[in-house]
């Protein structure tokens, strides 16, 4: 489904992205993890277009990412996305923010748009919350809008940038068990997450980085029981000592 | 002294001086709108990534805003017909001025707004599938307009004093209409303190907006 082959990035001079690799089939769930600043972001921000990238390349679902001619909207609208810091538009209520994809791109009527919002706001538990505004919900709250943002575009994969990083501890499990739920209904998700919990219970496969390298690709038993590099094997028991 | 003063002068003024103020709010208006306008273009401009594009929008903006207002009103009076072979009248010239003159300004008051708007939010809205063109006009420019209506406002007091320069092409607004009741009649102290008052009732009206404004958008 996700094919990442020999992706290098470079800002200017510095190389942030060396020679990636990855392979991500239809309903896997793969956890990326790796110490801040390892290209984590930038990695899966290429799989979307977000990033463009210099050298290598990736296909989704058979297009390929970086070619010319390319239409990236397009593409782009079937890959979900959550940010770290929710992004949600702050100048339009929930209900807005879900429907503004569905109407805009995919060209559905407001009241298709508004069907669709409502039962995905009762996916995530917020149908109470439509005619709110981002800034008058928890964290929690917000980051499951994202969520079903994302989904209202019926995504064929979903990208998640550490979902849960920006938010109160007591807030991290009910956008945990939203994820835990979507990937068990077999959705194929690239998650960046340090919540080893998540990676244990739903992971298929778990890839660590460093200084812009896959250091570590192995399936999620093996990653856990004993990481084959040193890198590795430190920062998981510096993140599961927490 | 004040006995001297014949207050009775502005009543018998009065329709004289509200047509003139009928053209001094139709120049404002107008002139606000179309600033507005343009200046959204030259400021869309200004941030392209297309270098041509954006030197060409910058040379714009710096270029007005090193020329006093009055020496562009006189340009478009008396140069523009000699280049385009006819007089297109004081109304259209001053018009033309004016918007052109203060979209130099708005645009970077309008840059600044955009770019007040993070990088997260275009992320976001072209992750679910948006193109340039749709993120701008449906998530960055209503933000940005938001945080900038305090700003926007304070120039466009500014623009609607500006607006009395009209004089110089012989236009009849608020403040040239006093003028000429007030040279006729003799009654330069009754008239001119009128419309002193006049004006700054109006501009502390729009500065109180502004505050108001402010403080519903700052959270
Ligand atoms: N626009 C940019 N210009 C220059 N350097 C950048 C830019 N974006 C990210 N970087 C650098 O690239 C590296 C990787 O960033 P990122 O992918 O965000 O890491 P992670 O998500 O793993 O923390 C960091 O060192 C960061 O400073
Ligand atoms: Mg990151």
Redesign the interface.
């Given at each position: 489904m996700i094919e990442i082959k020999n992706v290098s990035k470079w800002y200017a001079d510095f190389h942030v992205l060396d020679d990636c690799s990855t392979f991500v089939g239809k309903g896997d769930v793969v956890v990326i993890c790796g110490p801040s600043g390892s290209g984590k972001s930038t990695l899966i921000k290429c799989v979307n277009g977000l990033e463009p990238f210099q050298k290598g390349e990736i296909t989704v679902d058979g297009t390929s990412v970086g070619q010319k001619g390319v239409n990236l909207n397009a593409l782009r609208s079937r890959i979900g996305m959550v940010f770290q810091n929710f992004e949600l538009f702050p100048h339009m209520t929930v209900l807005q923010n879900i429907a503004l994809g569905q109407t805009k791109v995919l060209g559905r009527t407001e009241p298709e748009a508004h069907d669709r919002s409502m039962l995905l706001l009762d996916r995530v538990g917020l149908v109470d919350q439509a005619d709110k505004h981002p800034a008058q919900l928890s964290g929690g709250q917000q980051q499951r809008v994202a969520i079903a943002r994302a989904l209202a575009m019926d995504p064929i994969a979903m990208l998640f940038d550490e979902p849960t990083s920006a938010l109160d501890p007591e807030m991290i499990n009910e956008v945990l068990d939203v994820m835990v739920e979507l990937a068990k209904e077999g959705m194929t998700m690239m998650v960046v997450t340090h919540e080893m919990g998540f990676a244990r219970k739903v992971a298929d496969k778990v890839i660590f980085m460093d200084e812009g390298r896959i250091v570590e690709e192995a399936n999620t038993k093996e990653f856990f029981e004993k990481p084959r590099s040193e890198r590795a094997q430190e920062f998981l028991s510096k993140i599961l000592s927490h | 002294m004040f006995k001297d003063f014949d207050w009775a002068v502005i009543g018998r003024a009065l329709p004289f001086l509200v047509d003139g103020m009928g053209m001094t709010l139709q120049l404002t208006v107008i002139a606000i709108f179309g600033g507005i306008c343009f200046g959204t273009l030259l400021a869309l401009l200004r941030i392209s990534p297309f270098r041509p594009i954006s030197f060409v929008a910058g040379s714009y903006v710096n270029f007005f805003r090193s020329m006093p207002l009055i020496l562009v009103i006189f340009w478009f009076y008396f140069l523009v017909p000699q280049i385009i072979g006819r007089p297109i009248g004081g109304f259209y010239s001053v018009l033309i001025a004016f918007v052109m003159f203060e979209a130099a300004y708005y645009c970077e008051i309008i840059r600044a707004g955009i770019q007040s708007v993070t990088r997260?939010?275009i992320?976001?809205?072209?992750?679910?599938?948006?193109?340039y063109i749709?993120a701008m006009r449906?998530?960055v420019l209503?933000?940005a307009f938001?945080n900038m209506i305090p700003v926007l406002l304070t120039q466009s007091i500014i623009m609607f004093q500006d607006t009395s320069l009209v004089y110089v092409v012989g236009l009849r607004d608020f403040l040239t209409s006093a003028d000429l009741i007030a040279t006729r009649d003799n009654r330069l102290v009754e008239l001119y303190s009128t419309i002193a008052v006049v004006y700054f009732i109006l501009c502390l009206l729009g500065s109180l907006a502004v505050r108001r404004l402010q403080r519903k958008y700052t959270?």
């Open positions: - | 997260g939010q992320m976001a809205g072209t992750a679910i599938g948006l193109s749709q449906y998530i209503p933000q938001r959270i």
